[in-house]
């Protein structure tokens, strides 16, 4: 039997317990922060293909990169390099900003 996203990370019931609400709320954070990590990227690309109307094959060809790593960078399957990310970036007349976190999230782990 398969389970959804959504049954694996609900925690609704923890919050009735004063102890475990704490500890659902930060494990929701951090599921939320992994899944952004993973699939964040590939996500905005497989979005901005598609509003350029570019199939995989013809990204891939503008990127320099094969169709089956597009596909699995969009699944966030994908660790890319950076030379890889900047070169789709470019193809889909992107540019990568980069920005300090003034706060990060607490998830319970220090440095």
Avoid: C
């Avoid at 995989?56 to 966030?76: C, F, H, K, P």
């Avoid at 990568?96 to 990060?104: D, G, H, N, P």
């Amino acid at each position: 039997m398969t389970r959804s996203y959504k049954d694996v990370v609900d925690t609704s019931y923890m919050l009735a317990d004063p102890d475990l609400k704490k500890f659902a709320e930060g494990f929701a954070a951090q599921v939320e922060a992994e899944y952004e990590e993973v699939f964040g990227l590939g996500e905005v690309i497989a979005k901005r293909r598609e509003e350029l109307a570019l199939s995989q094959t013809a990204l891939a060809q503008l990127a320099e990169i094969t169709q089956a790593d597009l596909s699995r960078l969009e699944q966030g399957k994908l660790n890319p390099t950076y030379s890889t990310i900047k070169r789709v970036m470019s193809a889909l007349q992107l540019r990568m900003v980069y920005e300090r976190e003034e706060q990060a999230p607490n998830l319970g782990i220090s440095a």
